[in-house]
């Protein structure tokens, strides 16, 4: 099993400030990574595909970049309706979720 | 407009048996993978099931051998059969449209909480 870890665990941001989100694989998963957010009581909602596409409707101060086993989530300029969960997921062996990074107001 | 709609959690004592459904519309079910991932209260994203457009099916160590993935055409509708469930099986469930050009999750239902406790 690919094995994902992101980090850090929590990051506190002040709107307006870039967030920078990472995501390790335990081994190579080339492109094959996403990025999800999950607000409370939500279900998750897709946000990059093939580590760097940006879903459909998903404003561009998203970005990811990487591949192989280390990646990226950035976030421009925090806006209120981006405090949330995100998770990484690897679909190049089945599929696996990091554990989340939950990014709060600071 | 896709959707994805779950119904049939509830709360079900250790050993018993639940289905839970995902009905959805604006795509075909049956032509394209579709998965159920899970999430314990407080918890992460795990994956439990996928069932393949050509009918093949695929489950998570965890749930192998207990649940099973199936779909009914004729409702475009997705199910998941558990038995022998565990306290540890306490999760919601959402149901997940799978991309077919980049076998990412690109649709998701807003779940349904599944709780086993006596």
């Known amino acids: 099993e690919i094995v994902m870890t992101q980090s850090p665990a929590t990051l506190s941001v002040s709107p307006g400030e870039r967030a920078t989100l990472s995501c390790r694989a335990s081994q190579s998963v080339s492109s094959n990574l996403a990025w999800y957010q999950q607000k409370p009581g939500q279900a998750p909602r897709l946000l990059i595909y093939?580590?760097?596409t940006r879903a459909t409707g998903i404003p561009a101060r998203f970005s990811g970049s990487g591949s192989g086993t280390e990646f990226t989530l950035t976030i421009s300029s925090l806006q209120s309706e981006d405090f949330a969960v995100y998770y990484c997921?690897?679909?190049?062996?089945?599929?696996?979720f990091g554990q989340g990074t939950k990014v709060e107001i600071k | 407009e896709v959707q994805l709609v779950e119904s049939g959690g509830g709360l079900v004592q250790p050993g018993g048996s639940l289905r839970l459904s995902c009905a959805a519309s604006?795509?075909?079910?049956?032509?394209?993978?579709m998965s159920w991932v899970r999430q314990a209260p407080g918890k992460g994203l795990e994956w439990v099931s996928v069932i393949y457009s050509g009918g093949s099916t695929y489950y998570a160590d965890s749930v192998k051998g207990r649940f099973t993935i199936s779909r009914d055409n004729s409702k475009n509708t997705l199910y998941l059969q558990m038995n022998s469930l565990r306290a540890e099986d306490t999760a919601v469930y959402y149901c997940?449209?799978?991309?077919?050009?980049?076998?990412?999750?690109?649709?998701w239902g807003q779940g349904t909480l599944v709780t086993v406790s006596s």
């Open positions: 997921q690897q679909y190049n062996n089945w599929w696996t």
């Open positions: 997940a449209k799978v991309a077919a050009a980049d076998i990412h999750f690109d649709y």
């Open positions: 093939g580590a760097s």
């Open positions: 604006g795509f075909t079910v049956s032509s394209n993978y």
